[in-house]
């Protein structure tokens, strides 16, 4: 048997290394969060490199990587032959008890028990008031994710539905929310304020969407399509981190070369260390059976450590602790709802992580 190299690897590596993926966006995404919160950089003792801290400063380019593997991985699922409505059902039962579970008990005391507003709390039970309120509590990814789920079925009959329209139909669906984000800027400032975040990371999914199908079907990538991957990701570090200058309604459109990029940078790493260190693909594959749950937790509890009264000294121990904290309770929720849908562990770390 010819031995797999870079020349023989195909679009689908993104897929076989997934969990590895996911778990190298969610740790990507906690150690930014470190870095908005609580200044990591100025938590130790030694000072990090420079391009170290802007490397940190980019890992909401996680929530990128998410939305491009979940436009792949959606395609997986409705391949299987599914009907709309358990399509739905099943990304839903995938998604809505992780967040409620994780973060209902404390909209609950803060809503409910302290103020009593069961309207705001209903509101965020929800799951879809960043489309009225905005970015509250940095939980807009799971608002935006379920418009997407409902959606995608439709996103996938227009760009399959006829043969060789894909790349067409996915450049319309790529300029379209960046015609949405001007106007709303330039006409409706205060709600484009409100979505810009998700709005303008549209273009990420559709391009993964339209890979789904050449992803499934494990087409072969020439060697000059890596310089392609290593290119948008330079190109995205070297625009985003030296500081060019965009305007608002365009800003995060950026991302998609950051999303693209570091996806496929992470699988051919992954690659190399499935050979090398196996057992550094193993911990982050174990991260990435529960990302979803870690990214909600450390919003929830990094964002409460930050403010509450506790009889803790020191950002750092805050830190350590909020951190220690959000991945136990991911792996607990993450254990507690596969037991409730009878998936296995194993079974969830083979699912589409989406």
């Given at each position: 048997m010819k031995k797999e190299g870079i020349g023989q690897l195909r679009l689908d590596i993104v897929s076989r290394f997934r969990s590895e993926i996911y778990g190298a966006a969610a740790a990507w995404i906690v150690l930014f969060h470190f870095t908005v919160i609580w200044h990591l950089p100025d938590l130790l003792p030694i000072p990090l490199p420079v391009a170290v801290v802007k490397f940190l400063a980019l890992g909401n380019v996680g929530v990128d990587i998410f939305l491009f593997l979940s436009g792949i991985s959606l395609y997986f699922s409705l391949e299987k032959g599914s009907t709309y409505g358990g399509f739905i059902a099943k990304r839903l039962r995938r998604l809505v008890p992780s967040v409620w579970l994780v973060v209902g008990p404390l909209w609950f005391i803060t809503l409910m028990l302290r103020t009593f507003r069961p309207g705001a709390f209903l509101a965020r039970m929800s799951l879809l008031d960043f489309w009225v309120e905005g970015n509250k509590g940095g939980f807009w990814y799971v608002s935006f994710i379920i418009i997407l789920y409902l959606?995608?079925?439709?996103?996938?009959?227009?760009l399959f539905h006829?043969?060789?329209r894909t790349l067409k139909r996915c450049m319309v669906l790529c300029i379209l929310p960046m015609v949405v984000s001007y106007l709303l800027w330039k006409f409706v400032p205060s709600y484009f304020a409100i979505v810009e975040i998700g709005l303008q990371r549209l273009?990420?999914?559709f391009v993964?969407?339209?890979?789904?199908?050449?992803?499934?079907?494990?087409?072969?990538?020439?060697?000059?399509?890596?310089?392609?991957?290593?290119?948008?990701?330079?190109?995205?570090?070297?625009?985003?981190?030296?500081g060019i200058s965009c305007p608002q309604w365009c800003s995060r459109f950026l991302y998609v070369f950051g999303g693209i990029g570091m996806s496929y940078c992470f699988a051919l790493l992954f690659f190399g260390l499935s050979k090398a260190a196996p057992s550094i693909n193993r911990l982050l594959a174990f991260v990435g059976s529960f990302s979803l749950e870690l990214y909600v937790s450390h919003m929830a509890v990094a964002g409460y450590f930050s403010v509450a009264s506790l009889p803790i000294d020191g950002h750092l121990k805050r830190s350590l602790l909020s951190l220690a904290l959000s991945f136990v309770v991911a792996w607990a929720v993450s254990r507690l709802t596969g037991r409730i849908r009878g998936t296995s562990t194993n079974e969830k770390k083979a699912m589409a992580r989406d």
């Open positions: 959606v995608y079925p439709a996103i996938h009959r227009y006829s043969e060789g273009p990420i999914f993964g969407c339209s890979l789904g199908r050449a992803v499934f079907e494990g087409r072969a990538i020439p060697r000059w399509n890596w310089a392609i991957a290593f290119g948008a990701a330079s190109l995205f570090f070297w625009g985003v981190a030296g």
